[in-house]
């Protein structure tokens, strides 16, 4: 069954840095998003991603995030200066069509990236 | 806004009895769908049920059934005979209009219960 690859598993990164976390969803897919998990807290929506740009984006993301699609295959989320307390989980997931309230289309979820701030 | 709450932190139960996990919602919204995910201790999301709010009927799926009672705003989650396996945490999720009324599929989670079966 075609899945939601994400790389790396485990990013250790010093404050300040940049980080590109990534992604590959399932390839005939056409809405992409990024969540977000702190440890031992709730999955928090970051970004949707749709045709090429934001759909809708959270608080969270604000300008230190960014995310594009670069070569029609991967997905990316970049932050650009690091701080502590973006040390959390961060799953990439995709939806295959039109999505509609009224569908039963899942969210497929990647593996996650575990990001540790030092 | 959309809300959803999971009031139980953590539950125990023993293998081969059911389960019943809590989700309330609050949403505005007539259209919505809710969602079941298994996270287990490696981390990955697991997707295990699905309800639409215009479903007549609850949603079942294996050992998985969804007790959705639309006027109490519930969506509550029964794992009938409980496996070793099933120790994990479970997330309760809503999908829906955004507040442009379009939906884009953003999901929004409910805190997780921490679902623990003894052998």
């Known amino acids: 069954e075609p899945e939601v690859t994400q790389t790396p598993s485990h990013q250790v990164t010093q404050m300040g840095q940049e980080v590109i976390l990534r992604c590959v969803p399932i390839?005939?897919?056409?809405?992409f998003y990024w969540y977000r998990q702190i440890l031992g807290q709730k999955v928090e929506f970051l970004v949707s991603f749709y045709n090429n740009e934001i759909s809708e984006k959270s608080e969270i993301f604000d300008d230190q995030f960014s995310v594009e699609r670069p070569d029609g295959s991967n997905f990316t989320l970049k932050i650009r200066s690091t701080k502590l307390e973006d040390s959390a989980m961060y799953f990439c997931?995709?939806?295959?069509?039109?999505?509609?309230?009224?569908?039963?289309?899942?969210?497929?979820f990647g593996d996650g990236t575990r990001l540790s701030i030092l | 806004a959309q809300k959803i709450t999971q009031t139980q932190p953590g539950m125990f139960v023993q293998e081969k009895e059911a389960v019943t996990l809590d989700c309330t919602y609050d949403?505005?919204?007539?259209?919505?769908?809710l969602f079941w995910y298994k996270q287990p201790s490696s981390g990955e999301m697991i997707f295990l049920i699905y309800?639409?709010?215009?479903?007549?009927q609850n949603a079942t799926e294996g050992r998985y059934s969804l007790n959705f009672q639309k006027a109490r705003k519930s969506a509550n989650l029964v794992i009938s005979a409980s496996q070793l396996g099933d120790s994990a945490m479970y997330f309760c999720?809503?999908?829906?209009?955004?507040?442009?009324?379009?939906?884009?599929?953003?999901?929004?989670f409910g805190q997780g219960t921490i679902l623990t079966v003894h052998p």
């Open positions: 999720a809503m999908r829906g209009p955004n507040a442009g009324g379009t939906s884009y599929g953003k999901l929004t």
């Open positions: 309800q639409g709010s215009y479903d007549q």
């Open positions: 997931a995709s939806t295959q069509n039109m999505v509609s309230i009224y569908s039963n289309q899942p969210q497929h």
């Open positions: 390839s005939n897919h056409l809405y």
């Open positions: 949403t505005s919204d007539p259209s919505y769908g």
